[in-house]
């Protein structure tokens, strides 16, 4: 910034952007991987701000081999004319806080949660960040480095790179290391968010490329299906009731889109959306879709004699095993509460979504009477299994409430506070045997489990009820379990701060580790949302070098890197197969205690993203589980 810039204005803007640098996990949710790629997000989402004005048809993300993510639109263009504070009015978008809105006539803010906080965050949190814009026939360009401008201006304007005939903006941005702790995107993750875009914009194609370590990954994503594409890929490797049902209309200023379909398993499915964000909490659109939804098909359950007189009513839940749902509303003004800020609190949009369900489910099924029976029949057994469920229940709470601790397979801890206990799960009895020898048993408790537990996503309720490891986590935990939204889980009455799992750092134990988030996430989801889920990340490889100290290495990027800091040096490897090939000591220190061992949080932020995770690791192709296990273990973070 040229010294005559420095006038009031700028300086309130520099101290706003160092704001940002002193608490970014306040701006971008945290300095990890999650908040790294809202970084990426959040530069995308302008860019599907510009498609949602009606202007923008094509948007490219691309992972540059220098670690900097370009992002690029063929919109209007950011204005590049002299603003009235007499600066390039795209210098106020990306050093002003909260700036997004000010340039943004559009009639949906994408604000929610942790979105629409400004481009000028990423700006602040960027090593640099460089800006081409494309308007009025001509490319013209700026620089910033953490958040200053470090471009010279040309008459108090943007310099001219040339001439350009097509219009649009590119922004381009290396995350500061001196901010993430990992530099790194994950990809994974991104493409998954791209492609979730890509199905609620129908119009908007998304072009994703890869370019870091030699790759060179493109991938097109154009959904001209919408949302009932969306819900066909959620159900793709499913058996299908029906075709997907799509309804749409107009209430209280809303719209909305909802398109649904039932497939052949004992679970829900239902995912909201705000001005295309993901409400991984839900909200008041998805309680006015159900809650109508549950009226209307009841209605007509009656009218066609599935349901008798001296019949009870369906539950909500009944009617919706099966259903796998995608309701996208718009809204001029969404407001948000919850844990994480992601649960949609107008209640407009709960008399919208109601209104338009109650419409136009009731004119689809009048048209489509085969379907409907379908339909009901998944309802019909899901309360038959309900009640069955129910008696199951009953005995094993009454029955079998003592019999696992008394046949002693749990090794409980001494301190009874949950605060300060934690819980191992470990797979194998012979891993499970030195774990016990191993912990601290003042306060952590080691659960044994045999083999592969029972995958929960195919099974019913009763037979999940029936499988003995599961009721010992179960009885362990000491909350209950939920099915669907009958919930019977209290999370205050959970014993452990901490449950962790301990499974080898292979494939098997990654189909293990994925068998418990299922089982979690279907039975106990609160467990997972509130952060009390871990997984142990057991190292690869102990260096012991000639003179001095012995250290663990959790991957093979962490033994490349040691080999070339300590070119030439002598040093005995160790590699290890196995938890089970580790002694106590050993075990210790590389997995229980809390000062030397690594442990992944597990996080669900996105139901499309877990189920899709799910998906990955049940396959039976091993190639795209590696590939999972592994962007995830170097993102893990020492627990201290
Ligand atoms: C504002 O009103 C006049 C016409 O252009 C509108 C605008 O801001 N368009 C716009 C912004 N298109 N694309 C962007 C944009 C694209 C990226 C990749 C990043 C950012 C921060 C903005």
Redesign the pocket.
Known sequence: MKKSEYNADSISVLEGLEAVRVRPGMYIGSTGRKGLNHLIY???D??V??HL?G??TL?TVTLEEDGSCT???N?????VGMHEKGVPAERL??TTLHA?GK???NAYKTSGGLHGVG?SV?NALSESLE?TVC?DGYKYFDKYERGIPVQELENGLLPKLGRCKET????RFKPDPEIFEKTRFASTELKSRLHETAYLNPKLTIEFADLRDGRDVHITYSEPEGIVGFVRELNEHKEAICDPIFIKGEAEGISVEIAFQYVNEFQENVLGFCNNIYNAEGGTHLTGFKAQYTQVMNAYAREIGILKEKDGNFTGADIRNGMTAVVSIKHPDPRFEGQTKTKLDNPDASKATGKVTADEVQRYFDRNLEVLKNVLGCAERAAKIRHTAEKAKTNMLTKQKYSFDSNGKLANCEKKDPKLCEIFIVEGNSAGGSAKSARDRNYQAILPIRGKILNVEKASMDKVLANAEIKSMINAFGCGFSEGYGNDFDITKLRYDKIIIMADADVDGAHISTLLLTLFYRFMPELIYEGHVYVAMPPLYKVIPAKGEGEYLYDDEALEAYRKKHRGAKFTLQRYKGLGEMDAQQLWETTLDPKTRKLRRVEIEDGKLASSLTEILMGTDVGPRRSFIYEHARDAQLDV
Do not use: K, Q
């Open positions: 959040e530069i995308v302008n860019a701000d510009e004005a202007y923008c948007i992002v690029s639109d919109g209007r263009g950011i204005p978008v990306f997004g340039f943004n006539n481009s990423v800006v308007v649009g903006t590119t922004v």
